[in-house]
């Protein structure tokens, strides 16, 4: 990869784009609940018939793309479902109108969508980065979010906290996170991963959303995190909330498709050593 400008706008527009992030994001989150039919029906399948997408997907992305083209019209915009479009101001704004719409399709109540502003190529893997983002869980109203030299907040109705990963440096009291990919020969290379993990850590979770696991992991709700297979929008919210709250973000080119991981501090060298050898071993090999 040659070498991008990845130099982010001043604190003011972060901060403007911060709160633009949020605003969509909420209204998004509660069109997704307040229009959720009593019976969710998949309306189509991606990568497999196990990678599934409902029209709620589509009609929240629909929302989240007007109306950030409506207050950003020199932006791009780039989702996970139809309707992405190029831009001109150097910015790119990266959703997920639904993280996690296995849960949403069978009603568990941990998905968000996700909205992050970002400079660079967000194809390109270690070529782009979120600098303002919100990450929205509708059904408990927690309101993640984060802009680069911020901080990281959450905001519970009128109460804001702020984001502080947990203190654990000890790779087998660590309580981890993951995810699995939907293809079923990834998911088996993946559980072969999962079980090198297992024996050295605490215990695994697996919620089934990385945005979610990733705000997580700056929450102290666990320790670490880790998947391969994550797309932009997978992972641009989440990835700023733990980076401005204080957990390391990583991966082989920075987070990406090939390894995304996250940690508290302490255990830095001991948790990425682990994953990323596993991770070459049983992914890759």
Not at 35 to 64: F, G, I, N, W, Y
Not at 70 to 80: F, H, I, K, L, S
Not at 92 to 102: A, C, F, L, S
Not at 161 to 178: E, H, I, K, N
Request: charged content about 20%; proline content about 5%.
């Amino acid at each position: 990869m040659t070498d991008v400008d990845l130099s982010l706008p001043d604190d003011t527009l972060a901060a403007a784009l911060e709160a633009l992030a949020a605003d969509v994001a909420r209204s998004a989150g509660r069109l997704v609940v307040d229009e959720r039919p009593d019976a969710v029906e998949v309306a189509a399948t991606k990568s497999t018939a196990t990678d599934v997408v409902t029209a709620m997907d589509q009609a929240s992305q629909d929302h989240l793309l007007a109306r950030l083209r409506e207050a950003r019209p020199d932006d791009a915009v780039m989702g996970e479902e139809d309707g992405g479009a190029a831009g001109t101001s150097g910015i790119t704004w990266v959703v997920d109108p639904i993280d996690g719409t296995v849960n949403y399709l069978y009603g568990i109540p941990a998905y968000a969508v996700s909205v992050a502003a970002v400079v660079g190529d967000p194809t390109e893997p270690g070529g782009w980065r979120p600098f303002a983002a919100a990450v929205y869980n509708p059904v408990t109203d927690e309101l993640y979010r984060a802009r680069a030299g911020g901080g990281a907040f959450v905001v519970v109705g009128d109460e804001q906290s702020l984001l502080v990963p947990t203190s654990c440096d000890s790779l087998g009291q660590a309580l981890v996170a993951t995810g699995f990919g939907y293809a079923a020969e990834r998911r088996e290379r993946q559980g072969h991963l999962l079980l090198d993990l297992l024996p050295q850590v605490r215990d695994i979770r697996r919620a089934g959303s990385a945005a979610l696991d990733l705000c997580a992991v700056a929450a102290g709700r666990v320790d670490a995190y880790y998947e391969t297979g994550l797309n932009p929008w997978d992972l641009a919210g989440g990835w700023l909330v733990a980076q401005e709250a204080g957990a390391l973000v990583g991966g082989f080119d920075g987070p990406g498709e090939s390894l995304t991981w996250a940690c508290a501090p302490g255990l830095r060298t001991k948790f990425a050593e682990v994953v990323e050898v596993g991770t070459r071993r049983h992914l890759e090999g």
